[in-house]
């Protein structure tokens, strides 16, 4: 973790010491599409993505930090679950698996000056993998609360991520916006990174008979009687490994403060 806050210190260092650099911030949604070994246990992710960078004077290039959080895997189902006092009752056993990477991030403008802006970039940090458990009561129509919540599988790897897309400056659309302030932004990059392992509970190839080469091991979540001690098991997925290995597509709006 202490290496993952690198980032952040350089990045204030660099507040300081570039105060002639504008600042801006970026959110909306990212489409993840695994390719490798990873494309045979995910079939996609979907999530939400924010990012901060600060633009040299120049405009040609910029600096900052990019964090991405995704959900690939999602699995409901009812079991009887025991209290402390002994009562029992149905409760909704919800499995989600997500991850989330934290990057460095360098971009660099091929033009400048104009409504479209292609660039190129590269990032550079951690993805964090992991399966977590949740049981609700049905009758919680919000699920504003878990009755129990666990961890049940977690794993990560340093990855890298190179790229490009276009940026669009709305000010052609909305006259009222200065220059460069808002703009809409497309991009698509590859990420790579080391072997880690990985739950998915609904992987393509979940209901076949034939095991692949990838898989490490079953995952199940155990249920304790609270009278009896006797635990029982749910069987929630599988777990695999593999190079962490995937298109990463975005569309987010960008805000830039002027300077």
Not at 70 to 91: C, E, K, L, N, V
Not at 149 to 166: A, H, P, R
Not at 184 to 197: D, E, F, I, K, R
Not at 215 to 234: C, G, P, W, Y
């Amino acid at each position: 973790m202490k290496k993952v806050l690198v980032p952040l210190f350089l990045l204030a260092c660099m507040h300081t010491s570039y105060s002639q650099w504008s600042r801006e911030w970026s959110m909306g949604y990212t489409f993840a599409n695994p390719t490798g070994k990873m494309q045979q246990n995910i079939n996609q992710g979907h999530g939400f993505v924010m990012d901060f960078h600060m633009i040299a004077p120049s405009d040609k290039y910029a600096l900052g930090l990019d964090l991405n959080y995704s959900i690939y895997g999602y699995d409901q189902s009812r079991q009887q679950y025991m209290f402390p006092d002994g009562t029992t009752a149905d409760m909704d056993i919800n499995v989600s698996n997500s991850f989330m990477n934290l990057m460095a991030s360098g971009r660099y403008n091929l033009i400048t000056g104009k409504t479209i802006t292609p660039y190129v970039g590269a990032k550079a940090g951690y993805s964090w993998f992991r399966t977590d458990l949740n049981i609700y009561d049905p009758n919680d129509f919000d699920n504003c609360a878990p009755v129990e919540t666990d961890l049940l599988q977690k794993d990560g790897t340093w990855i890298y991520s190179i790229g490009g897309g276009l940026r669009y400056d709305l000010s052609s659309i909305f006259k009222k916006l200065a220059k460069d302030r808002m703009s809409l932004n497309l991009s698509a990059y590859y990420t790579q990174g080391g072997t880690v392992n990985y739950m998915n509970t609904d992987a393509p190839d979940a209901h076949h008979t034939n095991t692949p080469p990838n898989r490490a091991s079953d995952l199940e979540a155990e249920f304790i009687n609270t009278q009896t001690q006797v635990i029982h098991k749910h069987h929630v997925g599988y777990v695999y490994s593999s190079f962490a290995q995937m298109m990463d597509y975005r569309l987010t709006i960008i805000f830039r403060s002027a300077r």
